[in-house]
């Protein structure tokens, strides 16, 4: 955005929807420009709630498979893919990102299932892949969570990350 704004995310902002939406009424009411973060696991009413209020989403698809997201992130992510068909088809304006985490997500064929998916659904939507960020052990730590990426694990090299972003262009050239 030309004149900066206002991107809510951290705890999904859909999971506090109504301090959320109070903050993006503020916003647009003052002419800020808006942006949230969000995995979309949420009940569909909330989020097309936000629809109005927000210039950008930035939608996390972490994981396609049904079963492998059910045994890493802890639930189905049959409502994640609803919702994004759902915010698509509002007209939204969407950037889907894959957090890549090494032994996760980061495989080819979840890369590509998920950018097949996103531009079978709609070809506008821009699709960014991010590295590896190996700080969030230390959230884990902090919260007495425990962590499943392996202490020590590095972020991919650019040169693998070239070649996960291929995968994802030649989706979008298909």
Known sequence: FEKGGITLSGGDPTMQADFSLSIL???KANGVNTAIETCLYADEAVIMRF???VDQFFVDIKIFDDEKHKAV?????????SNFRALCNSGAKICVRIPLIPGYTDDD???RDVAKFVYETNKSVDIELLNYNPLAAN???T???KYLVGKGTQPLSEELMKVKRKIVSDIMEV
Do not use: A, H, Q, T
């Not at 992130?73 to 893919?81: C, H």
């Open 139 to 141: 959230k884990f730590d």
């Open 51 to 53: 629809v109005p209020l």
């Open 25 to 27: 009424e503020l916003c």
């Open 109 to 111: 064929k979840n890369i």
């Open 143 to 145: 919260l007495n969570e």
């Open 73 to 81: 992130v802890g639930v189905s992510n049959k409502k994640i893919l």
